[in-house]
């Protein structure tokens, strides 16, 4: 089964820190995906990427920033922490071919600023 | 943008029973419709997928779809108390590269 590791698994940030989400993939996946979970809200897509070098804008973007330096490599990054983005971020990728459309997601990273 | 809704937002169970969960979506030209599974403190899974009017089965799940009401539901047949999770609706754009995910039905299967 494809595998997706979030690192940090846990971090507490203070309000206008600089905070680096990362994300691996072992299974040459194209697309990879970021997203935060809020109770209520379910999974909201801030950034996504097909190809390394290249990003795209999800539906909440703002204050966030992302960076795709190779197939297996993806960064979420929050330049100026607030405390309204504390929540639970969610790396995903995307399968094809046997797989079809799936997305494998990583097991979470949770983000608390203070 | 895509809307997308579950309902109901919890649901507790008894053992063995049939449980039907429910997913709207707001656009009729979306291609997939997936339901994930979500554990506490885990990332989603992903269970059954569907694309086309009509229904589909896998093991003890079974996902209707109707495109003319933008409806789609899941049925568990003879729940488990492993199945307490909360269920994702996600609905991907053309091309399969954009997937909306409503909020989640919290399900608590009582053994």
């Known amino acids: 089964e494809a595998a997706v590791t979030q690192s940090p698994r846990s971090k507490v940030a203070v309000t206008g820190g600089k905070v680096t989400l990362s994300c691996h993939q072992t299974?040459?996946?194209?697309?990879m995906y970021w997203y935060r979970q809020d109770t209520g809200h379910g999974l909201r897509l801030i950034h996504y990427?097909?190809?390394?070098?290249?990003?795209e804008k999800g539906d909440i973007p703002d204050g966030y920033k992302a960076s795709r330096p190779s197939q297996e490599n993806f960064s979420l990054i929050l330049e100026l922490a607030s405390l309204s983005q504390t929540a639970v971020y969610f790396c995903?990728?995307?399968?094809?071919?046997?797989?079809?459309?799936?997305?494998?997601f990583g097991e979470g990273s949770r983000l608390i600023v203070v | 943008q895509e809307k997308v809704q579950q309902s109901p937002e919890s649901l507790i169970v008894p053992e063995g029973a049939m449980v039907s969960l429910n997913c709207s979506f707001s656009?009729?030209?979306?291609?997939s419709i997936w339901w994930y599974q979500q554990h506490p403190g885990k990332g989603p899974k992903a269970l059954i997928?569907?694309?086309?009017?009509g229904n589909k089965k896998e093991g003890r799940l079974t996902v209707y779809l109707n495109r003319a009401s933008l409806h789609v539901s899941l049925h568990i047949k003879d729940s488990q108390p492993s199945d307490s999770a909360v269920y994702l609706c996600?609905?991907?754009?053309?091309?399969?590269?954009?997937?909306?995910f409503g909020a989640g039905t919290r399900l608590k299967v009582i053994a």
């Open positions: 995903a990728s995307r399968g094809q071919g046997g797989s079809g459309n799936t997305l494998y």
């Open positions: 299974n040459n996946h194209d697309y």
């Open positions: 990427s097909y190809v390394a070098d290249s990003t």
């Open positions: 656009d009729s030209a979306s291609q």
């Open positions: 997928s569907i694309f086309s009017n």
């Open positions: 996600a609905v991907s754009n053309t091309g399969n590269y954009k997937y909306v």
